[in-house]
């Protein structure tokens, strides 16, 4: 008899304890996540060093956050995987958080990687300009002032090869393959990043409205990126600040058996099929033929008007008149 209560009521137990860790965003990808490039709480292992990651700039680890920059100004701070990843077709989920004071003032963003050249400080966001391989942005300000058809925060691609330099003057939007504005700062709830790399397919997807599911931001095709790159997450503050914080990395491995026969992608070169047009090209209006023609035409209908309203007043004067001589006779 005891037995058998023990028994109906272990995998009860089981499933109550193992029930809350699952969420719908995992629950199908949980037996393929790379421990060696995820990043989960507990954070710290053996003193203060943790597993498989390394640090830079002002980034601070506690027990639930890894505070990438605080909301002060001019810092930056970054994570960095040390194991070169090898996965082929990947997911990477990301749990963030950005909030800050500013209400309408914040910046400048957070970014994810997936580069030749870990470790390297730089100027896009935390990190190196020029870089080779992949990045995913998530700028919060608009450095961009013209007329501009996106709002922010605004999440963006780019792939590099070394030679792209990543222009914050345009927010860069004349290398980014696509994008998506998405408003996550300051929410109350858990917000996520997903970005996935299938069959040279990159989705980039956000998870900000607390429905625990992922809405696509963007889908771009013939995206080549190698294996053995290193992940990593940086972000920085100008005069503009905001906390970026990062929960949780987990990378899950989403090869399929017949994936197999792809080609081996150890030495390609990083590179994109498609590009967005560049936006934003309206900076410095030059006076065209047709604004000339606009002008010309302007004042032919100016100078018509004058003419028909002193005609029309000369009219109207010499009516008056005549009704007056008719009175005084
Ligand atoms: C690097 O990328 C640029 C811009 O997409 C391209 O013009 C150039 O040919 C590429 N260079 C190499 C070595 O792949
Ligand atoms: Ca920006």
Request: charged share 20%; hydrophobic share 35%; proline share 5%.
């Amino acid at each position: 008899m005891e037995t058998m209560a023990a028994a109906f009521l272990i995998p009860f137990l089981l499933l109550l304890s193992f029930s809350p860790t699952i969420s719908p965003q995992e629950w199908n990808t949980q037996d393929y996540m790379k421990r060696e490039h995820s990043l989960v709480k507990p954070y710290q292992g053996m003193g203060t060093s943790i597993p498989y990651w390394d640090f830079l700039g002002n980034t601070m680890v506690t027990n639930n956050y890894i505070r990438l920059t605080g909301d002060v100004q001019s810092v930056r701070g970054a994570v960095w995987n040390k194991v070169p990843c090898f996965v082929q077709n990947w997911e990477m989920q990301i749990q963030f958080k950005v909030h800050g004071r500013g209400k309408d003032l914040f910046g400048d963003g957070f970014a994810f990687w997936y580069v030749k050249d870990p470790m390297a400080e730089g100027d896009v966001f935390g990190s190196k300009d020029f870089f080779t391989g992949l990045g995913v942005i998530a700028d919060t300000y608009s450095n961009h002032n013209g007329p501009h058809n996106h709002g922010h925060p605004y999440i963006s691609a780019m792939v590099n090869n070394g030679t792209l330099h990543y222009d914050h003057d345009r927010d860069g939007t004349h290398t980014q393959l696509s994008g998506c504005v998405a408003k996550f700062r300051n929410l109350d709830y858990d917000t996520y990043l997903s970005i996935r790399y299938k069959h040279d397919t990159l989705t980039v997807s956000i998870d900000i409205d607390n429905k625990r599911a992922f809405k696509e931001c963007f889908t771009v095709g013939g995206v080549i990126l190698p294996t053995g790159y290193y992940f990593g997450v940086s972000a920085a503050t100008g005069d503009l600040s905001d906390a970026h914080d990062l929960i949780s990395m987990k990378l899950y491995d989403i090869s399929t058996p017949d994936d197999d026969i792809l080609q081996d992608r150890a030495n390609v070169m990083p590179s994109a099929s498609f590009f967005e047009p560049p936006r934003d090209h309206v900076d410095d209006p030059k006076p065209s033929e047709l604004s000339t023609w606009k002008k010309i035409l302007l004042l032919i209908f100016g100078v018509i008007a004058i003419c028909g309203c002193v005609f029309i007043g000369g009219l109207f004067y010499v009516k008056q008149k005549e009704q007056q001589r008719k009175r005084f006779y």
